[in-house]
C-alpha cells in the first residue's frame, strides 16, 4: 500500500488578535503519500513545524463535523479531503477560515451565527397533545415514511453549506442551507404537529432568499443537499400557504410569465411579484432602469418556439410526485 | 464564581442525558465540554442500540449474552436492570425524534451483532450514534441549562472529603475557572488516544478519569481494552461490526474465511475480543496481507444494500482508503475501540467519592467486565446517564453549599505558569507520540509480562519528563499548547494504570489476553481491579463481582 510521495506546499492563513494586526498566510512544504488527509497534513506541521497553528478537529473520519475549512476556495472537511488532487489541480493548497463567520483565531471561526439561525427554527419535534405518541412503544413509521427525510438525517452540522452559501454572505438574516435543511427533516417528520406552522413561518423569515445557486449542495460533504431540500421547502411552503411573499409569487409568476411568451416581460414580473403598495416604492428604480434600458419596459415578442416549452410545461405539470407534496 | 447546583461535564450522549435527568429533577445544570455536544464522540457510533423488543427475542437473553460476553467480570444485578431499561430507553429516544431505521410494518428495524444471540441491535443505518446525538440534543435544546463550550476540565475541588466543583480552562478566553458545584458528573468519554492506533476520537483523552483520579476517585478494570476487529488499515477509523451484521465476512490472503476456525457456530459475528484475536494470529501466523492485514468483504451482498444500510461506511473507505466496498475488499485490522474500565460506580452512577458521578465510556458500573458487546455501549451512555443525573440531582437537593477557594483555582495555575516559563523543556506532542508507540507496541491484544514491565519502564520515564514539559506558545486564544500539554498529562496517568492493572491480572479474561496466562482463572481472578493513586503510582485493590443467576461458563461462540 506504500505510494509514491509528492511535494505538498500548502499555504495557511493565520491570525491571532492577541498579537496581530492584520491577518497573513504561512507557507509550508510537505512530503506526503497523495491520499494523505488535508488534516494528517495540518496535524504534521503542528506537531513538526509550528505548534501555534491553530484549527478544530475532532473525529478525523467526517463525523464530529468540526473540521470544515476553505481550501482552495472551496468550503470542505479538511479531514476528508486528499492532498494529492488539490495540488494536481491548484499547484498548491491554500487552507483559509470559513467565510461568513468571524475569524477567532488561524481557522477557527465564530460559529454562533450559524447555530443561532439553527436554534430560532425550533429544532426539535413538537407534538400535538391531543395526539400523543403511543405509550410504552415506538410510533409506527414505515420505511418509505422514512424516506422522506432525504439524505437531511446526515446532517453533521458541519457548517461548509453556510460558508459556501453566497446568499448567507448578503444577508446575514438569511437562515443558510443548514437550518433550511434541518427544517425540511421537520416539516417532514409523521410525528411533528407543527408543518403547517413551520411552512408559514419560514415564508417570511428567509426561506425565499436562497438564490438557487446549489453551491451548498456542492459544498456538503455528507450529500445533504440542502438546495433540493429548500426547493421542496418551497414548494411545500407554496401548497400551504399560497404565495403569499414576494419570493413565492415571484417564482409563481416566473413559471406564468415565461409560458405566457417563453422569454421574460419584466414589467409583468414585477407586477406578478409586488403588491401595488410596495410597486410604488420601486418607481425611482423603474425610471433608472427605463432610461438606461429602454427595452425592459417593452412587451417582448412571443418567441417562435414557444410549443416546445407549452409541451415541457406540460409534462412538468403532470410529472408524478411533484404535486404530491 | 460560577455557582451551580450540577456540573455535568461532557456533552456526549451520557452527559447530556445525564444533565437532562437533572434539570428535569429541578435542579440548575450547567454542562462543562470541550467540543460543541454534536461534535461528542458519541455521533461517531455506528451501529446500534441493543433492546431486546423483538417478539423471538427475550430480556433474559440480552442478561445472559452480556454476562457472557462479559466473560463473567460484569456485575450481573447491573446488567439485568441495564437490559430491562433497555426498551423504554430506545422508545423515549424514538420519541424524542431519533429517526430509526425501519421494517416494513413500521416497527424499529433490527439487525443481528456480534455476540448476541438474536437480532437485537436497533440501528440508523450506519449513523446510529449520530441520529441519537440529533435528537437528545435537540430535546436537550428545550430546557433551561448553562453551557461552558471549549472548556478543558483540568481538576476536580475536594474539600472535606466531598467534591465541592471543578477547575477548567477556557480556551477561548484563555482563562481558568473554578465553578462550585454541589455534584459532579463526569461523561467525558474515554482515553483511546492513549494508543496511536485507535478508531477514537483526537478527543478522547480521558481528562475526566484523570481528574478523578488524582482527586483520590477509585478507577476499574482500566486493564481491559477493548480492541475492535475491523478499522480501516492506515487510519484505524472504524468499520461498524454492522457491516459484518449485514453478512460481511472476514478472509485472509489465502481466501480463507478463517473465522470458521475460531468461532464455528457465529462465525464473523462472535465477541470482538474473539474475533481481534482470530485476525492478529492470522496476521503473526503469515496468513494476512503484506502489510500486515485482512479483508472484510462485502461485494456479495450488492451495491444496494451496502449503499443503503452502511452508506457511512462507502462514504469512509471511498474517501479514507481510497476502496470501493461494492467492488473491493476492504483492508481491516484490529485498532483500539472502547475501554471496558473507567471510574468505579454503582448502578446509579455514584462514584467512590461523595459528590462525585459518572456516566458512559469514562464511568465502569460494570456492565461490560472483560470484553463489551457491539450495541450496548450507546445503550449504556442512555441509560446510566439518565441515572447519573437523577442521583446527582437526588444529592445535590440536599448537600450542604459547595464552595471552592482562590487556593483551588491558584494551584492550577500555577501548575500552568510554571509550564509556560520553561525556556527548555520536553514538548508535549513528543511525550504522547512515545506514549502512544509504547502502548501500540506493548500493550495490545495478547500480552506478555515482558512487554508490559518494558511498557511501564518507558511510561514512567515519559512521566518523569513530562514534569518538565513545556508550553511554548503565548497566545491567550485558543491557546491548544495548552490543551495538548494537560491532555498528555492525563493519558500518561491512566496509561500507567492499564499497565500496572494488565501485569497484576495473571489470567486471560475477555480483552485481557496474557500470553503465560492463557485459560481463565475465577477461583483467583474473577474480581475487579480498583486503582487508586499512591506515592509510587497506582495501588490496586479488588472487590467482588456480583452474581446473581448466571454460573460462569466457558465461552464458546
Known sequence: MAAARVKVPIEVYRFDPTHDAKPHYDRFELDLAPHTPILTALLQIRADRDPTLTMRYSCRSAICGSCAMVVNSKSRLVCQTPVGPEVEKHGKIVIEPMRSLPVLRDLVVEMSPFWGHYRKLEPHLITDPRHPMPADRETPMTPVEVERFKETPRCIACGACYSACPAVEADASFPGPMALAKLYRFVVDPRDSARQDRLVRIQTEGLWLCLRCHLCTEACPKDVQPSQRIRDLKEMAIAAQGATENGSRHALGFKENLRDRGILNELKLVRQTMSPLAMLGQIPQGLKVARKKPETMRKPPKIQELEQIETLYRELDDAPGEKAR | ?557
Open chain 2, 1 to 557: 464564581m460560577q455557582r451551580h447546583d450540577v456540573v455535568v461535564v461532557g456533552a456526549g450522549l451520557a452527559g447530556q442525558r445525564a444533565a437532562l435527568a437533572a434539570i428535569e429533577a429541578g435542579r440548575d445544570v450547567a454542562i462543562v465540554t470541550k467540543l460543541h455536544p454534536l461534535r461528542s464522540h458519541s455521533g461517531a457510533a455506528q451501529g446500534g442500540i441493543n433492546a431486546a423488543v423483538g417478539k423471538e427475542d427475550s430480556v433474559d437473553t440480552h442478561i445472559y449474552d452480556t454476562v457472557k460476553g462479559s466473560d463473567y467480570l460484569g456485575d450481573q444485578d447491573a446488567i439485568e436492570f441495564f437490559c430491562r431499561e433497555a426498551g423504554p430507553t430506545v422508545v423515549e429516544m424514538e420519541h424524542f425524534g431519533t429517526i430509526f431505521s425501519r421494517a416494513d410494518d413500521g416497527s424499529l428495524a433490527r439487525r443481528p451483532f456480534g455476540g448476541a444471540g438474536f437480532p437485537r441491535t436497533i440501528y440508523a443505518a450506519d449513523r446510529t450514534g449520530l441520529a441519537l446525538l440529533q435528537a437528545l440534543y435537540e430535546r436537550l435544546g428545550t430546557e433551561s441549562f448553562t453551557i461552558y463550550e471549549e472548556w478543558d476540565l483540568t481538576s476536580l475541588v475536594v474539600h472535606d472529603g466531598r467534591v465541592q466543583g471543578i477547575v477548567a480552562f477556557d480556551r477561548r478566553h484563555g482563562d481558568f475557572a473554578a465553578i462550585a458545584a454541589k455534584a459532579v458528573v463526569l461523561a467525558t468519554g474515554p482515553a483511546g488516544r492513549i494508543y496511536g492506533r485507535t478508531t477514537n476520537a483526537h478527543s478522547c483523552t480521558g481528562d475526566g478519569l484523570a481528574a478523578a483520579y488524582r482527586a483520590g476517585a477509585a478507577l476499574k478494570d482500566m486493564e481491559f481494552v477493548q480492541f475492535h476487529p475491523t478499522a480501516l488499515l492506515e487510519s484505524s477509523i472504524l468499520i461498524t461490526e454492522g457491516a459484518r451484521g449485514e453478512g460481511g465476512i472476514l478472509k485472509n490472503a489465502n481466501g480463507e474465511r478463517f473465522m470458521s476456525r475460531y468461532a464455528p457456530h457465529v462465525l464473523d459475528l462472535a465477541s470482538r475480543d474473539v474475533v481481534s484475536r482470530a485476525i492478529w494470529t492470522e496476521v503473526q501466523e503469515g496468513r494476512g496481507f503484506p502489510g500486515r492485514y485482512v479483508h472484510l468483504e462485502l461485494m456479495h451482498l450488492g451495491r444496494e444494500k451496502i449503499e443503503t444500510r452502511l452508506q457511512e461506511i462507502c462514504d469512509f473507505t471511498r474517501a479514507f482508503a481510497g476502496v470501493d466496498p461494492v467492488t473491493q475488499p476492504i483492508p481491516v485490522m484490529p485498532a483500539q475501540h472502547y475501554m471496558m474500565g473507567g471510574i468505579s460506580t454503582d448502578l446509579h452512577g455514584e462514584a467512590t467519592i461523595p459528590g462525585l458521578f459518572a456516566a458512559g465510556e469514562a464511568a465502569c458500573v460494570s456492565i461490560h467486565g472483560a470484553n463489551r458487546l457491539g450495541g450496548n455501549s450507546l445503550l449504556e451512555t442512555l441509560v446510566f446517564g439518565k441515572q447519573a443525573g437523577l442521583a446527582a440531582a437526588a444529592y445535590a437537593e440536599t448537600a450542604a453549599t459547595a464552595s471552592v477557594t482562590p487556593e483551588d483555582l491558584e494551584g492550577e495555575t500555577a501548575h500552568v505558569r510554571a509550564m509556560a516559563a520553561r525556556k527548555d523543556g520536553e514538548e508535549p506532542q513528543a511525550l504522547r507520540s512515545e506514549m502512544q508507540a509504547t502502548m501500540d507496541r506493548y500493550v495490545g491484544i495478547y500480552r506478555s509480562p515482558g512487554d508490559l514491565e518494558e511498557a511501564l519502564r518507558r511510561l514512567r520515564a515519559l512521566q518523569r519528563r513530562y514534569e518538565n514539559v513545556r508550553i511554548s506558545e503565548t497566545s491567550r486564544v485558543y491557546n491548544l499548547h495548552l490543551t495538548d500539554a494537560l491532555e498528555t498529562g492525563h493519558m500518561l496517568d491512566l496509561a500507567e494504570v492499564i499497565v500496572v492493572g494488565a501485569l497484576a491480572r495473571t489470567e486471560s479474561r475477555g480483552a485481557h489476553t496474557r500470553l503465560d496466562y492463557p485459560k481463565r482463572d475465577d477461583v483467583n481472578w474473577m474480581r475487579h481491579t480498583i486503582a487508586r493513586p499512591g506515592p509510587e503510582g497506582p495501588t490496586l485493590s479488588y472487590a467482588p463481582v456480583a452474581y446473581t443467576r448466571w454460573e460462569p461458563k466457558e465461552r464458546v461462540y
